[in-house]
């Protein structure tokens, strides 16, 4: 399938320019349009620890917030300082950064015991996934961070456990573990604990998990987390941390109904084979006669099928999960994927993956002069020029193909980098100028400027997009609190909390989930 023969010179010249550019894309643009989904809620709460001072008890319009714990919000207070200011590229650079230094270490890891050529495979795989490449990439949300953190504690299993260093296997798995807790709650667990079952179950030595090392880890663990949380009961009572965590934990696994659930247990397989491609077009190797016998001879790739099996089992029955809560497992899939495929010799796939290959090719070089005529893209700036760079992508893609001999896995690599190119040249500018978001930072940073020095409250328990709240925040610098009474200044409400016994002018009209929303000033 993917012959075993050393890179050749021309395969190194094409996968080192193609990283070269991937960096590049990973980051290009990537400030330029304002935040939405969930990443203003994380600009929110890191913002108001800093204007309150209070690196502790993380808040949400000077709400107490007990959804996350504030690990990843330290992470973008210390991205905030790195770059001297509270701006759309800062708020998303650790979680592109975090993704790129996974890549790198899965690299060092899977070198050590499957060598240089299936590392470089394996590493450049995950960092190409599809769903991560044109989608988790582009936002600042936790999980990619919190893959790097979980993923990292998984090989520090097998490494460790390999060279029977139980106590530092032990120390930082549970330390990592900890850090995984306070950026995403209780989900680190289930992810620590099948993975040292599966490992020292398989290896028979369940009884080490009864030793002095596996308890000084858990009081490691206990010790991070519950000074976290005794700093936090200084401010405030720590009640509400628990209720929300487990309620949300259960609400995942079995909201739903019957239904969604079988829709579930079909769809959710299929999307992770997606979000893993290009990896993902080689899994038919894994259905051969004789593979299970292949995966157990390589200790790290029967325990890479192992930890992913029992892990993903989790999520594959949980009816709300999403498939970015499986990222720390990605590496596990990849992994036997990659092993089987350059032990494949079959003649047939390998022609089949070849065809593959020249039909994408052929595709991506009549879709990128199209780019000059597709509609809603004649506002993207300088297109002409990424569809001239796009085209000599095509032709050095063709090159290497036929005149060189590059193999069809590593061209589908570059495909996968001329995408995300594609994708950071023209997405952010649509984002920037044609989407909700940019309405809602427009209208946050109008209300900023017009009440700047002046008081602002919500008034009531009024709800509106957190994109204008994070502007009106980040310019303002402060918390836009809330408050039930009206003294003076300025403030935003619904309709039915308008002033009925005082003089108000509405500055603005606007709206949330269909909900009228009113930016007034007392007169």
């Known amino acids: 399938m993917i012959d075993q023969r050393p890179f050749s010179k021309s395969e190194k010249q094409l996968l080192f320019g193609g990283l070269v550019l991937l960096i590049f894309s990973f980051f290009y643009q990537l400030g330029i349009y304002p935040l939405y989904l969930e990443e203003p809620r994380r600009g929110i709460i890191a913002l108001e620890m800093i204007f309150q001072d209070n690196f502790w008890v993380p808040t949400q319009t000077g709400d107490l917030y007990f959804r996350k714990p504030p690990v990843y919000n330290w992470v973008l207070i210390a991205s905030y300082k790195l770059f001297g200011q509270y701006s759309e590229f800062a708020t998303r650079f650790f979680s592109v950064l975090s993704h790129l230094i996974l890549s790198l270490l899965t690299f060092a890891f899977v070198k050590r015991y499957l060598g240089q050529f299936r590392a470089a495979l394996v590493s450049i795989s995950l960092l190409v996934s599809a769903d991560i490449l044109v989608y988790f990439s582009t936002i600042g949300e936790i999980d990619l961070f919190y893959a790097l953190i979980t993923t990292t504690a998984m090989f520090a299993v097998f490494h460790f456990g390999e060279q029977r260093k139980y106590w530092q296997l032990f120390l930082i798995v549970y330390a990592l573990t900890a850090i995984g807790f306070l950026t995403k709650g209780l989900t680190s667990l289930p992810f620590t604990a099948i993975t040292l079952l599966v490992y020292f179950i398989q290896k028979k030595e369940f009884k080490t998990l009864l030793r002095l090392p596996h308890i000084s880890g858990i009081l490691v663990f206990s010790g991070l987390v519950g000074g976290y949380f005794f700093m936090y009961s200084q401010y405030q009572d720590v009640s509400g941390w628990w209720s929300t965590l487990l309620s949300e934990s259960a609400d995942k696994a079995t909201k739903g109904g019957f239904l969604k659930f079988l829709n579930h247990l079909v769809a959710f397989p299929l999307e992770t084979?997606?979000?893993?491609?290009?990896?993902?077009?080689?899994?038919?190797?894994?259905?051969?006669?004789?593979?299970?016998?292949?995966?157990?001879?390589?200790?790290?790739?029967?325990?890479?099928?192992?930890?992913?099996?029992?892990?993903?089992?989790?999520?594959?029955?949980?009816?709300?999960?999403?498939?970015?809560?499986?990222?720390p497992l990605l590496p596990f899939l990849i992994i036997p994927i990659i092993y089987i495929a350059t032990n494949a010799k079959e003649i047939r796939w390998a022609k089949v993956y070849k065809v593959a290959i020249t039909v994408f090719l052929i595709l991506f070089s009549l879709i990128a002069p199209i780019g000059?005529?597709?509609?809603?893209?004649?506002?993207?700036?300088?297109?002409?020029?990424?569809?001239?760079?796009?085209?000599?992508?095509?032709?050095?893609?063709?090159?290497?193909?036929?005149?060189?001999?590059?193999?069809?896995?590593?061209?589908?690599?570059?495909?996968?980098?001329?995408?995300?190119?594609?994708?950071?040249?023209?997405?952010?500018?649509?984002?920037?100028?044609?989407?909700?978001?940019?309405?809602?930072?427009?209208?946050?940073?109008?209300?900023?400027?017009?009440?700047?020095?002046?008081?602002?409250?919500r008034l009531g328990d009024v709800r509106m997009s957190l994109t204008i709240v994070y502007y009106i925040e980040r310019e303002r610098e402060e918390p836009l609190y809330q408050s039930q009474t009206l003294k003076e200044g300025y403030y935003i409400c619904y309709s039915d909390d308008l002033p009925k016994d005082r003089p108000y002018s509405i500055l603005r009209e606007f709206a949330y989930w269909g909900e009228p929303i009113y930016f007034i000033s007392l007169d």
């Open 372 to 457: 000059f005529f597709v509609d809603g893209l004649e506002n993207v700036d300088n297109l002409y020029v990424y569809v001239v760079v796009l085209l000599i992508i095509a032709a050095i893609l063709w090159y290497m193909f036929l005149a060189k001999g590059v193999r069809p896995y590593i061209i589908m690599i570059c495909l996968m980098v001329a995408v995300k190119f594609t994708f950071s040249s023209i997405v952010p500018q649509t984002r920037q100028k044609e989407t909700g978001a940019a309405e809602d930072k427009t209208l946050g940073l109008e209300i900023a400027e017009i009440t700047k020095g002046q008081p602002l409250h």
């Open 273 to 327: 084979i997606k979000n893993i491609l290009p990896a993902g077009l080689l899994l038919p190797v894994l259905f051969k006669k004789g593979t299970i016998a292949k995966l157990k001879s390589n200790p790290l790739v029967w325990y890479s099928v192992l930890v992913f099996s029992f892990n993903f089992l989790i999520y594959w029955f949980s009816i709300e999960a999403k498939s970015r809560y499986i990222y």
